[in-house]
């Protein structure tokens, strides 16, 4: 880390649609719809919005897989109307709906580790002898390859997001409620993808709580270096809030991160429209990017 100055993490680039992120690409900006997913006009108007002040991507709930089907006439209106920034799914639950997002319907895809192949959390403390938890690996690893084949058959990009709020109970169980445990949940996946040699793939670490986010993509980031890999990062705070608060724990936890030459695209999380996050994450960004290449102040 210099504070005087600003040097972006290396990482590789990925493809996400006409807007590739990582490598030499500049940060980028998004943002996520509120309007349901099967309301084709209002999540049109938002992503319109969205995209007018600026955001590089859109991302949209996708529940279902009514909801799923659905983005094909929220894209096609958008192009219609000549919008062509790439869409990202956001699933949750059900590894069906990402098969059929990533499915040339999207660009990017966006799946959390806690509750893709595991079940939803419920607090239950299990325990797993190393061949018991051996095979839950492979049981991920079985399912997760369908979504990597579809991927790469459509040039769909994809998240893993993790959130600390919704880490399995088998992370949980075997790592506890810890950095440790969110990375590892995270990293899981990522070996699958080198193993495959997958590179289209950024990941994330949110949470509610800055010094845990900020914490856990510092250990991310050493994990991934360890391993020899360099994949890009997303930014952002759970929920951050709405007006001062939202803005300032956004500036503490992400800003910490960019200060760091961390992050590849960010998304500051508001409880406002969602155009409204847009010019926030840009001055943050502007803010400590604009360092890069500053002289060296000395220290006495």
């Keep these: 880390m210099d504070i005087f100055n600003y040097h972006p993490r290396v990482s590789h680039e990925v493809q996400v649609g006409n807007r590739p992120l990582g490598g030499d690409s500049p940060l980028r900006i998004q943002s996520m719809t509120t309007a349901s997913t099967t309301d084709t006009e209002a999540c049109v108007e938002q992503c319109k919005r969205i995209m007018d002040a600026g955001g590089d991507y859109v991302r949209l709930t996708t529940q279902g897989t009514i909801e799923a089907e659905n983005l094909r ?11 062509d920034r790439p869409l990202v799914a956001d699933v949750h639950f059900n590894p069906r709906v990402a098969d059929v997002a990533a499915g040339g319907i999207v660009e990017k895809v966006r799946i ?22 051996a095979a839950e690996l492979r049981r991920l690893e079985e399912r997760f ?8 058959q459509h040039g769909t990009a994809l998240r893993i997001g993790v959130n600390h709020g919704s880490l399995s109970d088998r992370i949980m169980c075997r790592y506890g409620d810890t950095p440790e445990g969110i990375v590892e949940s995270c990293m899981e996946f990522l070996r699958i993808c ?8 950024v990941v994330s ?65 508001l409880s406002e429209p969602p155009e409204a996050e847009i010019p926030v994450a840009y001055r943050l960004a502007e803010y400590v990017v604009r360092r890069a290449g500053h002289h060296l102040i000395p220290g006495q």
Excluded: W
């Design 112 to 133: 959390n580790p806690g509750n893709y192949v595991d079940p939803a959390r419920q607090f239950k403390h299990l325990e797993y002898t190393d061949e018991e938890y």
């Design 205 to 269: 670490i949110k949470a509610s709580n800055t010094v845990v986010m900020v914490q856990s993509v510092r250990l991310l980031c050493a994990a991934m270096e360890r391993e020899g890999m360099d994949y890009p990062l997303h930014l952002g705070v759970t929920e951050a809030g709405e007006g001062e608060d939202g803005r300032i724990k956004s500036a503490a936890g992400i800003g910490a991160l960019l200060c760091d030459g961390i992050g590849d695209t960010l998304r500051v999380s």
């Design 145 to 152: 390859l369908q979504l990597l084949a579809i991927c790469r």
């Design 194 to 201: 080198e193993k495959e040699h997958f590179k289209d793939v």
């Design 73 to 83: 006439n929220i894209k096609a209106a958008l192009r219609a109307a000549g919008y």
